[in-house]
């Protein structure tokens, strides 16, 4: 099935057959524990990703990188070479590996999509993994933080992960990617040196008073945030 992404296009999501899911989601807690306790990544608070993407538009050190259709582009291949056996078995097993589409079966091609439990915390370890290759074989230090597909790493080896993201099969968003210059977003926060300039969205008709009302008071508080 589809849910809207944006006025555009709607997104594919696959509804998982339930004790699948309730597999899944024991995974996808797992992997949030670890990533927490060995990696200090925490995909319970995307605010970490929000302060460094504020920190990058300050000094430049930091880029924030962000990719189009994450999910549906891991394939089997990137998740079996990226993980230990054991743990591709686990998460093969777990995973829908065909789906029907109006009465005809669809072998997919992808590892996990939209509507796997595990889907989020897997992208999110794949990407901390090939990130921390990168900054690891080329010597760069600084911090990498993932939350999802939005991806923090040190400036200077932003555009060889790029290429070491296309090589893989996935596609940055170069709209939504930043490492040059004072403008860095990630986490739905966008920031021009250091200055929030995220950016309110008006999701719905302004109907009545109330809703009218609550445009203009966000209106209001944009407008009074330093430098808009």
Not at 140 to 163: E, F, K, M
């Amino acid at each position: 099935f589809t849910v809207p992404k944006n006025s555009e296009i709607d997104r594919c999501a696959v509804k998982e057959p339930e004790l699948n899911m309730f597999c899944q989601k024991g995974i996808g807690d797992y992997i949030r524990k670890r990533m927490r306790s060995v990696l200090r990544v925490d995909l319970n608070d995307q605010t970490r990703n929000q302060r460094l993407s504020r920190e990058g538009s300050v000094n430049g050190c930091l880029a924030t990188l962000d990719l189009s259709s994450a999910s549906d582009l891991i394939s089997d291949g990137l998740v079996r070479a990226l993980l230990p056996e054991s743990w591709f078995d686990l998460l093969d097993d777990c995973r829908s590996q065909a789906v029907d589409v109006d009465g005809d079966w669809i072998q997919l091609n992808m590892f996990s999509s939209m509507g796997n439990g595990f889907t989020f915390e897997l992208e999110s370890l794949l990407f901390y993994a090939l990130a921390n290759a990168v900054t690891y074989l080329t010597g760069t230090r600084g911090t990498i933080s993932t939350y999802g597909d939005d991806i923090i790493v040190p400036n200077s080896c932003a555009g060889l992960l790029a290429c070491v993201l296309h090589w893989f099969g996935l596609k940055v968003n170069t709209e939504k990617s930043f490492w040059r210059g004072p403008f860095r977003e990630s986490c739905g926060k966008h920031w021009y040196k250091g200055i929030d300039v995220t950016p309110f969205f008006v999701r719905s008709e302004i109907s009545d008073v109330p809703r009218l009302i609550h445009f203009l008071n966000r209106l209001r508080a944009w407008r009074e945030i330093p430098g808009t």
